[in-house]
Nanobody, 116 residues
Framework: QVQLVESGGGLAQAGGSLRLSCAASGRTSTSYAVAWFRQPPGSEREFVAATTWSGGRVSYADVVKGRFTISRDNAKNTVYLQMNSLKPEDTAVYYC?????????WGKGTLVTVSS
């Protein structure tokens, strides 16, 4: 079983930056990929960015390309989401999602609020 703990959320001003962390523990030896999703208030959960555990491939939602960067530190079993040039529409609960040979796991989320 894999446990995920997100951190780094908070309040930022438009144009500012935040870095989210997703620390994985437990059964990480068969990890395939980790992704970030977000759920804005009153909206459905949406894909933000993903990376393979090896880091060989990354992908981004069009709305965050050029502003957000996903990265990982395998030694720390941690995936990061660097968010720059934040916009009020980036306000959401951000969730970490982990996939491995046995299935997928969601974190509990961390709230990001961007003020205009």
């Amino acid at each position: 079983q894999v446990q995920l703990v997100e951190s780094g959320g908070g309040l930022a001003q438009a144009g500012g930056s935040l870095r989210l962390s997703c620390a994985a523990s437990g059964r990480t030896s068969t990890s395939y990929a980790v992704a970030w999703f977000r759920q804005p208030p009153g909206s459905e959960r949406e894909f933000v960015a993903a990376t393979t555990w090896s880091g060989g491939r990354v992908s981004y939602a069009d709305v965050v390309k050029g502003r957000f960067t996903i990265s990982r530190d395998n030694a720390k079993n941690t995936v990061y989401l660097q968010m720059n040039s934040l916009k009020p529409e980036d306000t959401a609960v951000y969730y970490c999602h982990h996939e491995d040979a046995y299935g997928s796991t969601w974190g509990k989320g961390t709230l990001v609020t961007v003020s205009s």
